[in-house]
């Protein structure tokens, strides 16, 4: 029986590797990729040459089952998204479920994932959080609002930098405007930044200075 390694890769800075991520690139017998073409320049950078396959949320549903067979005959897969780790607003869920199922190990490396460093730089409580990705684009989208007004825990949320002035504008209203907040974008990369403060100060900042970069949102919990 094969074994899946889950293995997050930088979101930024490529001196983020891990050098067992490296080794086990190296050592595996496939590597799922969510774009080939993005995780080439990854591994052309460390030198490793293995088999890639093609594994997004397009096609996971036709390519799990060979995958896992493949492991079932004894392969070692390693599987691993554009940035940080698979399965974290990132396909992978999918095969992890599988192996589960059909009694195969699965590991997940210890890495790089874009929330952690903003949640801990935001200066808000993190003893205790909830982590909701990204909020539904249309359907659903004001319920789920609705269902976080009273939540307590420090809250965190990914967002694309053109829809960031929407969103906060939203926060605004279902947070109130003096909940504190911090929005970080660019983490471990050159351009690096965390903006904190009230959710009006967010949206004036963003209204006067274009947003550019991935974006993680952080807000405290209704108590702070």
Do not use: W
Not at 54 to 64: A, G, I, L, M, Q
Not at 89 to 105: A, K, M, Q, T, Y
Not at 172 to 184: I, L, N
């Amino acid at each position: 029986m094969g074994k899946l390694y889950v293995i997050p890769t930088p979101v930024g800075n490529l001196e983020d590797m891990t050098f067992r991520a490296i080794r086990m690139l190296k050592e595996a017998d496939l590597i799922l990729a969510e774009d080939t073409r993005t995780s080439g320049i990854l591994l052309k950078h460390f030198e490793i040459k293995n088999t890639m396959q093609s594994h997004h949320k397009f096609n996971e549903h036709k390519t799990v089952e060979n995958v896992v067979n493949r492991m079932k005959a004894g392969e070692t897969v390693a599987l691993i998204s554009d940035a940080g780790t698979p399965g974290i607003s990132d396909p992978g869920f999918l095969v992890v479920r599988e192996c589960v199922r059909n009694g195969i190990e699965v590991q997940c490396l210890p890495g790089a994932t874009a929330f952690v460093p903003a949640l801990v730089a935001s200066g808000l409580p993190n003893e205790r959080f909830c982590f909701e990705g990204f909020l539904p684009q249309k359907k659903g989208r004001m319920t789920k609002l609705k269902s976080l007004v009273e939540e307590k825990r420090t809250m965190v949320f990914y967002e694309s930098p053109h829809r960031l002035l929407k969103t906060l504008t939203q926060f605004v209203e279902y947070f109130g405007p003096d909940r504190r907040a911090s929005v970080s974008r660019e983490i471990s990369k050159l351009y690096e930044e965390t903006v904190r403060g009230s959710l009006t100060e967010l949206v004036e900042h963003f209204t006067k200075t274009d947003p550019r970069g991935e974006i993680v949102i952080v807000i405290g919990g209704i108590d702070d």
